[in-house]
């Protein structure tokens, strides 16, 4: 059973987006143009884009790991965390929600040198007014990371005021949608797999084309990844798996870029093994 096997989690970033809805300037362009009011409406960055660049490049980074090392769920944001990936997960996690506490500390630092700057690029656009006190600011920014488990069918015999045919029935709609889950779940892993792979194949397949570390990185940390990911222990995932591992990770980028028969080599198998792959999702 997957509660057996993982947990759920729910990552939330806040962010505040420093854009302001300027009416008075909405109104006047509508009247400048003829147009019906509302038919134009003016939003203004009220701050440099700079401002919030670190911030926003902690959330990115946030949000790749957290995908990374999580699968699908549910449309409402929970995402399959297998057991073994935890602790990894919270260390990584706590990092980075601290250098995302750090990114929003030196923007609070900097908001008065901001506003000051903002004066300079909005010219008659800048109003005081649109810039909120810096305790409200800090209250928009937030990493939320929020685990539950997953239900699990045995626990619905202890509901109470529920007849058993009701218990039953409900028991039958909870297996059938984690099965959905599952499935969905497992085939989130093959394509993460197919499309590593169909890169590789693409990329060292075009002759003389540069192509960044990360194209093999990406792959050996996938391969290294998955057992942990397969929370069903499918063996045609962990059979490919190992096949790429062996056949497909075995030269470093440099090695490839210098190696022209390697890199040819390690293309034609690629693509012989993302062909082999599409059968399974």
Not at 174 to 199: F, Q
Request: hydrophobic share 35%; net charge neutral.
């Amino acid at each position: 059973m997957l509660s057996e096997k993982a947990m759920l989690v729910e990552l939330v970033i806040r962010q505040c987006a420093f854009r302001k809805l300027d009416k008075q300037v909405s109104q006047e362009v509508n009247w400048d143009k003829k147009a019906d009011s509302g038919a134009a409406r003016v939003n203004k960055s009220i701050l440099k884009k700079e401002v919030t660049k670190d911030i926003q490049k902690v959330s990115n980074s946030i949000r790749t790991y957290h995908y990374k090392m999580t699968m699908p769920y549910n449309d409402g944001g929970q995402r399959i965390l297998p057991i073994g990936n935890h602790a990894a997960y919270t260390k990584e996690i706590n990092k980075l929600q601290q250098e995302f506490r750090d990114a929003v500390d030196t923007l609070l630092q900097n908001y008065s040198k901001a506003k000051e700057e903002a004066k300079g690029f909005l010219g008659a656009l800048y109003k005081e007014e649109d810039y909120p006190d810096i305790d409200i600011i800090a209250d928009k920014f937030a990493v939320k990371i929020s685990f539950s488990p997953v239900p699990d069918i045995n626990t619905l015999d202890k509901l109470a005021g529920i007849s058993p045919d009701d218990v039953e029935f409900i028991k039958k709609q909870v297996k059938e949608m984690e099965k959905i889950r599952t499935e969905n779940a497992m085939k989130d892993l093959w394509e993460r797999l197919h499309t590593a792979v169909s890169s590789m194949a693409k990329n060292l397949g075009q002759k003389d084309k540069i192509f960044r570390n990360s194209l093999i990185d990406n792959l050996v940390g996938l391969t290294d990844l998955l057992p942990v990911m397969n929370v069903t222990g499918d063996p045609n995932l962990e059979k490919m798996r190992k096949e790429v591992e062996a056949k497909l990770c075995s030269y470093d980028a440099k090695e490839l870029r210098e190696n022209k028969q390697a890199r040819k080599e390690v293309s034609e198998k690629a693509t012989e093994i993302a062909d082999a792959m599409s059968i399974y999702f």
